[in-house]
């Protein structure tokens, strides 16, 4: 079993930046890709930004590459994602997942893949 609690979202007009947290605990951080999506309300979730159990790849959709950043602290077994430029599309409640470590590249944008999730935290971009 793995925990995810999200943290850092809230209220910020066009153009300004956001910084989520994730921090897991339970199972060994490590054997964990991780990833960002959003759900935004009468949409469906979609995905934001994954990253790699070594830190060492980093996947983002067009929507949101150049303007997001994903990290991850083996440290503190915490997942960030940077958000600048923001826009009122990117509106949303925003959720952190992690997946089995090894799975495959090409479905890192499909969350059923991903065994756990957070809860979600609300970030809503004024215009």
């Known amino acids: 079993q793995v925990q995810l609690v999200e943290s850092g979202g809230g209220l910020v007009q066009a153009g300004g930046s956001l910084r989520l947290s994730c921090a897991a605990s339970g199972r060994t951080f490590s054997s964990y890709d991780m990833g960002w999506f959003r759900q935004a309300p009468g949409k469906e979730r979609v995905f934001v930004a994954a990253i790699t159990w070594s830190g060492g790849n980093t996947y983002y959709p067009d929507s949101v590459k150049g303007r997001f950043t994903i990290s991850r602290d083996i440290t503190t077994s915490t997942v960030n994602l940077q958000m600048n430029s923001l826009k009122p599309e990117d509106t949303a409640v925003y959720y952190c997942?992690?997946?089995?470590?090894?799975?495959?590249?090409?479905?890192?944008?499909?969350?059923?893949?991903?065994?756990?999730w957070g809860q979600g935290t609300q970030v809503t971009v004024s215009s």
């Open positions: 997942a992690a997946r089995p470590r090894g799975s495959n590249a090409l479905r890192v944008h499909n969350g059923d893949d991903y065994d756990y």
